[in-house]
């Protein structure tokens, strides 16, 4: 009896040395920067961090200057949202798509979320022209921005207001 | 109830060469948001669709980083320049090592 509760106990430390080592291996690789891939991302240390949209702006542009882009940017956005899970957005920009000048990035930022940047999308000239949509869970009522970055680094924002009636984020 | 990961993607028809086209691709996911307790964040391996990459005759043209704040069963929208008959392929990546993808031919006409 005693000998076999030895044999598991020795047996439980070896798996759970090996459990560590799994992580430790994880960990570094996640250091070297290949880890966007890998799976089990959605502890709360991997999601993008519980702030407000300053520190966010801050975070993603580092002080960078954004410039107003309301011209140049069509952010299209309903003017009242009665559900907040569920709210359609577009974005197009006017400028072409060239190899030479083109959009590198689309941030869409909702003011007042908890996490406030939604999405990124990264986009190639190949796409031909900068054009996103898709839907957003807004929690209350908000300035919704779009931030254009250029392949030379100028950013550009377009803002708008919603109206949440009913919030989308669960409590 | 759709299964988890069924991905549709919708190309207009009677596309001519050269020719900018809006392709929207939908995958079936439930997008786990984070639940509270006691006003806290509880901590767990939420499942949602964290990357998004789309291919055009095998060459990555696009990649989208997303996250909770986006709506169940998502759908996104993007425009391909059409240069050559071929295929466009999204896949979705989600935070429980999940991988979608859906295929579209595109065809010149």
């Known amino acids: 009896m005693a000998t076999s509760i030895h044999r598991t106990m020795t047996r439980r430390g070896w798996l759970r040395a090996l459990g560590w080592l799994g992580v430790a291996l994880g960990l570094s690789s996640w250091r070297l920067g290949g880890a966007r891939a890998a799976s089990a991302q959605g502890h709360l240390a991997d999601l993008v961090p519980e702030e407000n949209v300053d520190a966010t702006i801050k975070r993603l542009f580092a002080g960078r200057p954004i410039k107003d882009g309301a011209s140049a940017i069509k952010l299209d956005l309903p003017l009242i949202a009665e559900n907040g899970a569920v709210v359609p957005v577009a974005v197009e920009v006017a400028a072409p798509q060239t190899s030479q000048s083109y959009v590198k990035a689309i941030y869409i ?29 807004l929690g209350e009522s908000t300035d919704v921005r779009a931030v254009v970055e250029m392949n030379d680094g100028t950013l550009l924002q377009a803002k708008r207001d919603v109206k949440v009636t009913v919030g989308g984020c669960g409590g | 109830m759709a299964a988890i990961g069924q991905v549709k993607i919708r190309v207009p028809s009677g596309i001519k060469g050269g020719d900018i086209v809006r392709v929207r691709a939908l995958v079936i996911h439930p997008m ?24 055009y005759l095998g060459k990555e043209i696009a990649q989208f980083d997303t996250s909770q704040s986006i709506s169940e069963n998502p759908f996104f929208a993007f425009a391909v320049k059409a240069t050559d008959p071929g295929e466009l392929k999204v896949i979705f990546l989600d935070t429980h090592g999940g991988r979608y993808e859906g295929t579209a031919d595109i065809k010149l006409g």
């Open chain 1, 109 to 137: 930022i909702s003011d007042k979320n908890r996490r406030p940047l939604n999405v990124k999308f990264n986009l190639s000239p190949a796409v031909g022209q900068a054009y996103v949509g898709t839907n957003l869970r």
């Open chain 2, 32 to 55: 786990e948001i984070v639940e509270r307790k006691d006003g806290k964040p509880v901590d767990k391996n939420y499942h949602f669709i964290n990357r998004v990459i789309v291919t």
